[in-house]
C-alpha cells in the first residue's frame, strides 16, 4: 500500500523551529519529486515546497521562501521541512504528497498521495 | 502568480442531480489543471488530472473538461459521498496555485 505519513508538528512560540518529517512506504520513493502543502484552520491549500527525486532541485513559496527548507533521504524514505523563525500565519496542517513524476518537468507537479497531515500552531 | 478563482463558492445540489463546478485561471495554463476532492477532516484526495483525465479508481461520474483559461468539473449524479469541498490546481508553472475551493452541499 502506497502510504505517506508526517510527524513533527506541534505546538511552538513564534520565533521558533520545527522539522517536519514525512515516511513514504509502498513505492520507488526515490524515482518521484515530493511536495509539502498546506492548509491553516478553516482555510484552502497552498503549497509551501517542492523538491525533485534527487533533491537537487527545491522550490519554495514566497511566504516561507529564507525561513524553511525541504530536503529528502532517499535511504530512509524521508522527506523533511524544516521551518524557522516560525509565524502566527504558518499555523496550519502540513501535508506530504506525491508528485506525479520525478519532478524534471513542472508538468508532473500534481499530487496523487497524500498523507494525513501534521498540525503545527505557532502561539505564544 | 497565477490566481485561481473557483466559483460557486458553494453550490447545493440535491442527490441523484448534475454538479457543475468552475475554475478560471488569471493566465492560460494549457491543460495542466487539476481537481482534489476533501472531505472534512481527511486529506485532499486527486480526481483528474491534465484538465481531463481521472485519476486511478476515480468513479466515471466525475469528469474535467476546458483547456486554457477556463475549466469544469461535473459530477454527473451526486452521491451521498461526493458532498465535500472541491479544488482546482495549476502546475504550468511555479508557484503552484490552488484555487480556493468549492462547496459542495446537499440541498
Known amino acids: 500500500e502506497v502510504q505517506l505519513v508526517e510527524s513533527g508538528g506541534g505546538l511552538v512560540q513564534p520565533g521558533g523551529s520545527l522539522r517536519l518529517s514525512c515516511a513514504a512506504s509502498?513505492?520507488?520513493?526515490?524515482?518521484?519529486?515530493m511536495v509539502w502543502v498546506r492548509q491553516a484552520p478553516e482555510k484552502g491549500l497552498e503549497w509551501v515546497s517542492a523538491?525533485?527525486?534527487?533533491?537537487?532541485?527545491?522550490t519554495y513559496a514566497d511566504s516561507v521562501k529564507g525561513r524553511c527548507t525541504i530536503s529528502r533521504d532517499n535511504s530512509k524514505n524521508t522527506l523533511y521541512l524544516q521551518m524557522n523563525s516560525l509565524r502566527a500565519e504558518d499555523t496550519a496542517v502540513y501535508y506530504c504528497a506525491k508528485a506525479a513524476g520525478p519532478g524534471f518537468s513542472g508538468y508532473q507537479y500534481y499530487m496523487g498521495v497524500w498523507g494525513k497531515g501534521t498540525t503545527v500552531s505557532v502561539s505564544s | 502568480e497565477i490566481v485561481m478563482t473557483q466559483s460557486p463558492a458553494t453550490l447545493s445540489v440535491s442527490p441523484g442531480e448534475r454538479a457543475t463546478l468552475s475554475c478560471r485561471a488569471s493566465?492560460?495554463?494549457?491543460?495542466?489543471l487539476a481537481w482534489y476532492q476533501q472531505k472534512p477532516g481527511q486529506a485532499p484526495r486527486l480526481l483528474i488530472y491534465d484538465a481531463s483525465t481521472r485519476a486511478t479508481g476515480i468513479p466515471a461520474r466525475f469528469s474535467g473538461s476546458g483547456s486554457g483559461t477556463e475549466f469544469s468539473l461535473t459530477i454527473s449524479s451526486l452521491q451521498s459521498e461526493d458532498f465535500a469541498v472541491y479544488y482546482c490546481?495549476?502546475?504550468?508553472?511555479?508557484?503552484?496555485?490552488f484555487g480556493g475551493g468549492t462547496k459542495v452541499e446537499i440541498k
Open positions: 493566465q492560460s495554463v494549457s491543460s495542466t
Open positions: 490546481q495549476q502546475y504550468i508553472t511555479w508557484p503552484l496555485t
Open positions: 509502498g513505492f520507488a520513493f526515490s524515482s518521484y519529486a
Open positions: 523538491l525533485t527525486h534527487s533533491g537537487a532541485s527545491t
